[in-house]
């Protein structure tokens, strides 16, 4: 069973135009999201999946290996499942879905994404979790909340606060979805021909097209966070942690 990584990397931004290139630190984004990604064990191989000449000339530059997709692909899974595709993957390979925003990405959380199926063969898609410790991350709708049940797979994904309690002063546990994926090939490409779910379109989340139609998506809680960068203010925010020597 190979195990692939996929980065997805699109140019167009709404928020941060060429965001796969803006320098973090002296060196591009998507560099160091792949060098990372790179360190996980157990990998057979590493690929960025992009549409753009742009990002497919910085990917050779320094040396990472690269595909050019269909510009028509509706959404990062869509890319992942079009780069799986052209590298020939067999049914029961894994392909793991790396977003190319991720800088300080830990290997070791990777690592543990494709646990699952390697202990269960009927798993088909798997995600990460992490306890949320930053308050403000529990409100900003950036950040996509996830509930699960005891079985650890996931009930829910939403930008508003999952649970909510209904009495004042409630302490509880709330879980920050981490946009990494897992899924069989064969999964993926179920997935890819689903169509578009309500959920899905009012969050503008596509994990949650997985609920709808009644698959589930096993959720693995990591200690490991992997901010994300959106907005050009979260530039000088993941600067400052790789300064403090977590990236």
Same mark, same amino acid.
């Given at each position: 069973? &190979?195990?692939?990584?996929? *980065?997805? $990397?699109?140019?167009?931004?709404?928020?941060?135009?060429?965001?796969?290139?803006?320098? *973090?630190?002296?060196?591009?984004?998507?560099?160091?999201? #792949?060098?990372?990604?790179?360190?996980? &064990?157990?990998?057979?191989?590493?690929?960025?999946?992009?549409?753009?000449?742009?990002?497919?000339?910085?990917?050779?530059?320094?040396?990472?290996?690269?595909?050019?997709?269909?510009?028509?692909?509706?959404?990062?899974?869509? @890319?992942?499942?079009? $780069?799986?595709?052209?590298?020939?993957?067999?049914?029961?390979? *894994?392909?793991?879905?790396?977003?190319?925003?991720?800088?300080?990405?830990?290997?070791?959380?990777?690592?543990?994404?494709? %646990?699952?199926?390697?202990?269960?063969?009927?798993?088909? %898609? $798997?995600?990460?979790?992490? &306890? /949320?410790?930053?308050? !403000?991350?529990?409100?900003?709708?950036?950040?996509? &909340?996830?509930?699960?049940?005891?079985?650890?797979?996931?009930?829910?994904?939403?930008?508003?606060? /999952?649970?909510?309690? @209904?009495?004042?002063?409630?302490?509880?546990?709330?879980?920050?979805?981490?946009?990494?994926? $897992? #899924?069989?090939?064969?999964?993926?490409?179920?997935?890819?021909?689903?169509?578009?779910?309500?959920?899905?379109?009012?969050?503008?989340?596509?994990?949650?097209?997985?609920?709808?139609?009644?698959?589930?998506?096993?959720?693995?809680?990591?200690?490991?966070?992997?901010?994300e960068v959106d907005l050009p203010e979260d530039i000088? !925010?993941?600067?400052?942690? /790789?300064?403090?020597?977590?990236?």
């Amino acid at each position: 069973m &190979k195990i692939v990584v996929v *980065i997805p $990397a699109r140019y167009g931004s709404t928020r941060l135009d060429g965001k796969p290139l803006v320098h *973090i630190s002296g060196e591009p984004m998507i560099k160091r999201v #792949y060098e990372r990604v790179h360190q996980a &064990k157990n990998i057979s191989k590493v690929v960025v999946a992009t549409d753009d000449q742009r990002i497919l000339d910085a990917v050779r530059e320094f040396g990472g290996e690269v595909l050019m997709t269909a510009p028509e692909n509706r959404c990062g899974t869509d @890319r992942v499942a079009d $780069a799986a595709q052209q590298l020939g993957l067999a049914p029961t390979d *894994i392909v793991v879905n790396v977003q190319g925003d991720q800088p300080l990405i830990d290997p070791r959380c990777i690592e543990e994404l494709i %646990m699952p199926f390697l202990d269960d063969p009927s798993v088909s %898609m $798997a995600t990460l979790a992490f &306890k /949320i410790l930053d308050e !403000r991350e529990r409100t900003d709708p950036k950040d996509v &909340k996830v509930t699960f049940d005891n079985h650890g797979n996931a009930l829910y994904f939403s930008r508003a606060p /999952i649970p909510w309690a @209904r009495d004042a002063g409630e302490s509880y546990d709330m879980y920050k979805h981490l946009g990494v994926y $897992a #899924y069989t090939q064969k999964f993926l490409e179920v997935f890819r021909h689903l169509p578009e779910g309500a959920l899905e379109r009012i969050e503008k989340l596509e994990q949650l097209r997985v609920l709808e139609y009644g698959y589930n998506i096993k959720t693995v809680v990591t200690e490991y966070d992997s901010p994300e960068v959106d907005l050009p203010e979260d530039i000088s !925010r993941i600067e400052t942690l /790789i300064a403090s020597g977590l990236g």
